[in-house]
């Protein structure tokens, strides 16, 4: 009988303690901020370029545009295309799939000089149509009112508003004040120069090529 009574007790504390483990145990209601479990896992480490090794810049370096966006911007802020684009489209970085499968977007001195030479056409050519259209139909400097072609007579705030119009024109950005002043200044001398030679295209041509060789043009 104590052998059956022990037997007894010791099955019911087995059939307890089972039934208790086959219980769904819920899980407390966590509240606060859940902390970040830190697995050992982490992405390398990439550090922002040196500014002074970056042409002051913080962060990747300046991407230059594709040889096509170039041509395609070229002819939007100017009207007319570069003649030489097409022959040195591959000299620019334009990828020719034979020897070469991927465009080069590299800011280099060959790009530079080679945009300063379409830049002198295309911005000389330019400012002297603009001598013979009137004021609304003129690329450079739409809404001067200058007639006799002396631009040393414009105003300052003549001067400023084209450049600024300019400015948004060729990079799709304003200028700061301090910016627009010491551009103003530099036309001044372009355009007294041009008056002095007799070849006032060059005031405002000459301002063209600095708007399409300053770096905003062709890198973003």
Request: proline share 5%; with cysteine.
């Amino acid at each position: 009988m104590k052998t059956t009574t022990t037997t007894l007790v010791l099955f019911t504390a087995v059939f307890a303690l089972v039934s208790c483990s086959s219980k769904t145990v819920e899980k407390p209601v966590m509240e606060g901020t859940l902390e970040t479990v830190d697995m050992g896992h982490h992405p390398p480490t990439v550090k922002l370029a040196d500014p002074e090794q970056n042409a002051g810049h913080i962060g990747r370096k300046p991407r230059r545009i594709s040889v096509a966006q170039l041509r395609e911007s070229i002819l939007t802020t100017t009207g007319r295309q570069w003649s030489q684009i097409n022959n040195l489209a591959a000299t620019l970085g334009q990828a020719d799939y034979a020897l070469t499968v991927s465009e080069s977007t590299e800011v280099n001195l060959v790009f530079a000089k080679f945009l300063e030479d379409g830049a002198r056409e295309v911005c000389l050519a330019t400012a002297t149509a603009d001598l013979n259209k009137a004021a609304p139909d003129r690329v450079l400097y739409p809404d001067v009112t200058v007639t006799n072609r002396d631009f040393t007579m414009m105003s300052d705030d003549a001067i400023k508003a084209n450049l600024a119009y300019l400015a948004i024109r060729f990079w799709g950005q304003p200028f700061s004040d301090a910016e627009r002043d010491s551009w103003a200044s530099t036309f001044k001398t372009v355009a007294a120069r041009a008056k002095t030679i007799n070849k006032p295209e060059q005031a405002w041509g000459a301002m063209c090529i600095a708007f399409m060789t300053d770096p905003r043009f062709a890198t973003y």
